[in-house]
């Protein structure tokens, strides 16, 4: 299962706030919050092929830049699956992750799976939890993270296998 991870410049390491303007950009290794999913992707004989990053702020910039460049290289890498986050409690990261999992879902074949808190970001998820597949996860320093990291790589599965979501959406995702 070959997965790309979409973060902002703080999840990917790049810096803080004041690095809000990193341009997009890729490697192709788990970097930053990516390297704690893939030891849980390995579990299930997955990896991160890339890691791809951009500063909310040159995303909101130049977001159909961001998001065209994004869903044509994860086609050309022949992504199985696309992770965007965790983003957290952070809406800005947040806002970014579901506009591009939604490009994702009208312009490619390639599933996308946001994974973000309810905490700071309520709005944000009642305007995509219909379309989008948003797993919870806890706001930043919250409890249970490392059950959200299984539950990112169990619907990775489920959806790089084309399978039937229902039940995971139930469990796992905000309705």
């Known amino acids: 299962m ?4 979409i973060l902002d410049q703080i999840q990917s390491g790049l810096g ?3 690095r809000a303007d990193t341009e997009l950009g890729g ?3 788990a970097m930053g919050s990516a390297e704690t ?3 849980n992707l390995k579990r299930q004989q997955g990896e991160v092929i890339a890691t791809f990053y951009c500063g909310t702020d040159y995303y909101q910039n130049n977001s159909e830049l961001v998001q065209t460049k994004f869903t044509k290289m994860a086609e050309k890498m022949k992504a199985d699956v ?3 986050g965790p983003t957290y409690d952070y809406p800005e990261f947040s806002t970014m992750a579901c506009e591009i999992a939604e490009h994702f879902q009208t312009h490619t074949k390639v599933p996308a799976i946001v994974a973000t808190a309810i905490e700071k970001n309520a709005d944000l998820i009642a305007e995509y939890k219909e379309q989008l597949t ?3 996860v806890p706001k930043k ?3 249970g993270l490392s059950d959200s990291l299984n539950h990112i790589v169990e619907g990775c599965k489920l959806a790089s296998d ?3 979501m229902t039940e995971f959406k139930q469990q796992y995702c905000y309705q």
């Open 2 to 5: 070959k997965v790309i991870v």
């Open 16 to 18: 803080g706030k004041e």
């Open 27 to 29: 490697k192709r290794i």
């Open 37 to 39: 999913l893939e030891k």
């Open 82 to 84: 696309v992770v965007l």
């Open 134 to 136: 948003i797993v919870k």
């Open 141 to 143: 320093g919250g409890t």
């Open 162 to 164: 084309k399978a039937d």
